[in-house]
């Protein structure tokens, strides 16, 4: 953290503006006699979920106490599971408050602030040795005080000790008494995250876990308060120290091993509060590097290229698509990254951060931009963030086994995911595709609900909830896929992907090129034995039929009940999806004709999509729950399927006008767009493209 808090509200209007917000919600809040510290422990937050809609349940910091919790649609939950929860949110919104009077009163030096912050950290202090190992955490869990997890506990300390140095910083002294309870304070929690470390790391064998990371952190603070120099460089550099981590727990490539955008974000997290409490000690950290070249900068390097041309980073495996504490730890590393390596790329998915966190046009907001924000408002350096964008090409990671897609002339463009399966923040996802316009990931991968929800795993991290390849309505087996060819040259971007562990006996193979026009997706299969194979596909907005090029099926209340709904197996039940559309294409030779479909996206812009289907094919819309925000708005998935132990799915897509397809007599496939025509035909080395752009 920056002790320089005054000096920006002194010279830029952002930090008045936010310091005067900050300084209102702490107000309102004390007024209302909200900030009181419960002497019961929190529970696990993912519990924290409707088992209606799916969507997260509702929590205000202001409430001082609750014992039934709404859900945005308005039911009302009871039950200890979500008090334990909402407990925990209090907690963690608690130890925010005690951050949040602390850098109030750096920038103002208005003693009641410094005081709200030392009553909070003291009371923690003080009721710390009263909460229990917690008796109802999961088997799994290790266990916490404060909290079910150590985890969370981990977390929440980080917050608290961070203002306790904070404070210290700006000169604020604290009594003999609050001091003895803070020293008890550290001497417990030091001694929980130490054992727990130990179990982590040698009686579990399991130190590139994510939670390490987080101990880690917690006990750097402790250090840095205790200013215990030595403590903290025996931590760095030991079996599962931040050095050790590093090497362990990102990939080469420079993404966390989970291949999750959102774990790779918590880990950088607690990356940079390590950073920060070495730096207190002379130890950069900053530019440390693991033994494979990983860094922070390049954590940072590979989310800047994750993310989409607004700055959304896309939900890959486990984890949120959009989430206001996840935005708030967006915002917090990117003003740390922003200011420490300067990379332009960082600048849009600041912006993004701070609109879903309420910023207009993505304004400087909340606590984080106080502490961590530098310099002028993101939104005002849009000529570095279009520079950024412009720059942002093809990027191969080829250990997590991701590949995006780009070209500044086409307002389309791809990311596949191919490589580990993430372990338990995994998803059964091999070949998956999320394909992006400029103004909307168009079918995104939907990230993962609360983990309290049954639809964790009765969709959410299923193959079917993903836009790839099902057999027989069954999930993928967990496995890793390969890039078997990626080309960028002046003409086109071209992936060539292979899948052969999802079912047995099962080859898939997935071919995306993409030119200044449009997107070519082919997707062969080969089942080995007579099977139904289900190529899926998720967008956001629903599709618009063009009925001069599609025979529309029946209307949903005219489906009949056989047929009518689509089975999958998942976890071993039949879960049955209703088929609320059929589609036939417009060929009437035998031969293949195109089903033809559009989308209206944000920002007044069109998709085009256009499939061949072949006889014996069958293309459905399949009514599906919604995205993870909210499962309980459905959405329409288009199902294109074959029964048999082959099959072939080719679809094109553009972006401002129709692109159109046609199979040849030989098996080739022709691309026709006002660019001119392409033929593409499948060879033993990938795709083979003949002809080009049409030049006036």
Known sequence: MSTGIRHKTEKH???????????????????????????????????????????????????????????????????EAYRGAWLAFKHQSLARAALQAAAVYAASREAAYALLAKRIIAGYARQFPYYPVHPEAQPWMLKGRAFHQALTEAIWSTTLLRACLLLSDEGVSWTEPEREAIDGYLRMLEASMTEYRRILIHERGNAENNYTAWLNASLSCIYAV????????????????????????????????????????????AYLISAEMAERFGIDLYDAEGTAGQSMAGMFDVLAALADDRGVLLALHDGPMERLPYAREIAEIMEIGLSRYRQPGIVPILREAYRQMGG?????????????????EPAARRSVERAAAAGRGFRLLPDSGFVLGRRPSNALSF????????????????????????????????????YGSELRRQWFAETASHNTVTLGGASQGAHTGSCLR?????????????????????????????????????????AGEEASIEWWMHPVVPAEEETARTGMGTSPEQVADEGGVYPLAIEGQWRRLPVVKRYEAAASDGSAGELRLSYKVPGGGRIYHTALLRPGDEACGVRTPGT????????????????????????????????????????????ESAGGIRTCELTEQGLTVIGGERHE
């Open 415 to 450: 990311l596949a995911d191919f490589g580990p399966h993430g372990g338990s923040h995994g998803h059964y996802d091999k070949l998956h595709l999320t394909l992006m316009h400029r103004e909307t990931a168009f079918t995104p991968d939907f990230g993962m609900v609360p």
């Open 628 to 671: 993870s925000v909210d499962p309980s708005r459905p959405l329409t998935a288009l199902l294109h399927r074959r029964h048999g132990r082959s099959a072939r799915f080719v679809h094109v897509y553009s972006a401002g006008e129709r692109t159109a397809l046609k199979e040849t007599s030989l098996g080739a496939v022709q691309v």
């Open 13 to 79: 209007a952002w930090g008045r503006r936010v310091l005067a917000e900050l300084r209102e919600e702490l107000d309102r809040l004390e007024a209302e006699g909200s900030l009181h510290i419960p002497v019961e422990p929190g529970g696990w937050w993912h519990q924290y979920v409707c088992p209606r809609h799916h969507t997260e349940l509702l929590f205000d910091p202001a409430e001082r106490d609750a014992y039934a919790f709404r859900c945005p649609y308005g039911c009302l939950i009871e039950g």
């Open 226 to 269: 205790k200013n215990d120099r030595s403590g903290l460089l025996a931590l760095i550099a030991g079996e599962g120290g931040w050095k050790h981590h590093l090497s362990i727990g990102v990939k080469p490539d420079q993404l966390e091993f989970e291949g999750s955008t959102y774990y790779h974000v918590f880990v950088l997290r």
């Open 360 to 376: 207009p046009d993505g304004a400087r907001c909340q606590l984080e931009a106080l502490l961590y924000g530098e310099g002028e």
């Open 486 to 526: 990626f080309e960028e040259i002046a003409a086109h971007t071209y992936v060539w992907l292979r899948s052969e562990g999802a079912y047995p006996g099962c080859r898939m193979d997935r071919h995306l090129l993409l030119t200044d026009q449009w997107l070519l997706d082919w997707f062969e299969v080969t």
